[in-house]
């Protein structure tokens, strides 16, 4: 009696092992070639794309830091006269990563500023909007 019972379940065990290896199925050589493949593509697309874009950023942060400066420096102007560096200017909020300069006079002023880790420097003289260059002579140039 208790013979044929542990024929069949040993029976039943030996099918079910069989019905898992022949359902059991994985990825070729060739398909896991093929994803790191397309893996390596889209990083090869996208990682340029991501870093082009971070300096995009960067480039936007400073020229909205020097308009913010020549708006500063230009309501110090109307109230108490030119002021001798941005610091003295009392509108003027500064950046942690971008450095900003002030040169010039009230007549004619030019304002520089650079990301910090950057070499692009952007500048904004006082009848300008900001764009790719420096100051000189109190005049941005690209």
């Not at 870093?51 to 020097?66: F, M, R, Y």
């Not at 610091?87 to 300069?101: F, G, I, K, N, Q």
């Not at 004619?108 to 909007?129: E, V």
Request: a neutral charge; one cysteine or more.
């Amino acid at each position: 009696m208790i013979r044929p019972l542990i024929h069949r379940t040993l029976h039943a065990l030996s099918r079910t092992r069989t019905a898992i290896r022949e359902r059991q199925q994985g990825f070729t050589l060739i398909e896991l070639l093929v994803v790191v493949l397309i893996i390596g593509v889209l990083a090869a697309v996208a990682i340029p794309i991501f870093l082009n874009q971070q300096e995009g950023a960067k480039d936007s942060a400073v020229k909205a830091q020097i308009t913010q400066a020549k708006t500063a420096v230009v309501a110090e102007i109307v109230t108490k006269g030119f002021p001798t560096s941005l610091a003295a200017a009392s509108a003027y909020t500064p950046s942690d990563e971008v450095t900003v300069l002030l040169t010039g006079s009230a007549t004619a002023f030019c304002i520089s500023g650079q990301f910090d880790g950057s070499a692009r420097i952007f500048a904004i003289d006082d009848n300008g909007a900001a764009l790719q260059g420096t100051c000189v002579s109190g005049v941005a140039t690209p």
